[in-house]
């Protein structure tokens, strides 16, 4: 039994769900996601909530039930509230600015790195270096989020670099310049 999967996903005002079949759109105030859902997963709409039930036994459909109820839970707040990652850029001289839909990295190479943010991801740049990546789908934020952050990782040294804000850099000691053997 799936302890994820027996909870319900409360719907909060203003979102509606469309189930047919293995198809689920959901939408909300902020835009319309859909996904097609595993066969072995059945899901209700009861009163102002989803109810996942599993087609059969097994501990694979165990797993499906509750990976199908996060990923639709992560859909209903997705259109209501929406997500965001934010990366710090950290490093002298390091720089980030957003034009539309493209995102330029001054991050110690020779050249500006222009990243193209995908369709339905926004990105702002504050004062601080700091990028915010929003948008509704969680996964597609995530995935953007850690694609710009492997353009230049932070490096275990002096921590330069495109890292996670609340992400913990574990910095290590220079060499010593102690004496040699003769």
């Given at each position: 039994m799936s302890r994820i999967g027996k909870s319900p996903v409360e719907l909060p005002?203003?979102?509606k769900v469309e189930i047919q079949g293995t198809r689920i759109k959901v939408t909300g105030k902020k835009g319309t996601l859909e996904r097609t859902v595993r066969p072995e997963i059945e899901v209700e709409q009861q009163d102002n909530q989803l109810v996942f039930?599993?087609?059969?036994?097994?501990?694979?459909?165990?797993?499906y039930w509750g990976l199908t109820r996060t990923l639709v839970r992560n859909m209903v707040a997705g259109v209501d509230k929406g997500f965001e990652k934010v990366?710090?850029?950290?490093?002298?001289?390091?720089?980030?600015?957003?034009?539309?839909?493209?995102?330029?990295?001054?991050?110690?190479?020779?050249?500006p790195v222009e990243f193209m943010l995908p369709a339905g991801i926004a990105a702002a740049v504050d004062k601080a270096n700091n990028i915010t990546?929003?948008?509704?789908?969680?996964?597609?934020?995530?995935?953007?989020?850690?694609?710009i952050r492997d353009i230049r990782k932070p490096e275990p040294y002096k921590g330069k670099g495109i890292r996670y804000s609340d992400e913990h850099i574990v910095r290590k000691a220079g060499k010593s310049g102690g004496k040699g053997k003769k």
């Amino acid at each position: 039994m799936s302890r994820i999967g027996k909870s319900p996903v409360e719907l909060p005002g203003g979102v509606k769900v469309e189930i047919q079949g293995t198809r689920i759109k959901v939408t909300g105030k902020k835009g319309t996601l859909e996904r097609t859902v595993r066969p072995e997963i059945e899901v209700e709409q009861q009163d102002n909530q989803l109810v996942f039930k599993p087609k059969g036994g097994g501990r694979q459909v165990s797993a499906y039930w509750g990976l199908t109820r996060t990923l639709v839970r992560n859909m209903v707040a997705g259109v209501d509230k929406g997500f965001e990652k934010v990366l710090a850029v950290e490093g002298v001289g390091y720089r980030a600015a957003v034009e539309g839909s493209k995102l330029t990295l001054n991050v110690g190479y020779s050249v500006p790195v222009e990243f193209m943010l995908p369709a339905g991801i926004a990105a702002a740049v504050d004062k601080a270096n700091n990028i915010t990546i929003s948008g509704i789908d969680k996964e597609q934020v995530g995935q953007t989020a850690a694609t710009i952050r492997d353009i230049r990782k932070p490096e275990p040294y002096k921590g330069k670099g495109i890292r996670y804000s609340d992400e913990h850099i574990v910095r290590k000691a220079g060499k010593s310049g102690g004496k040699g053997k003769k």
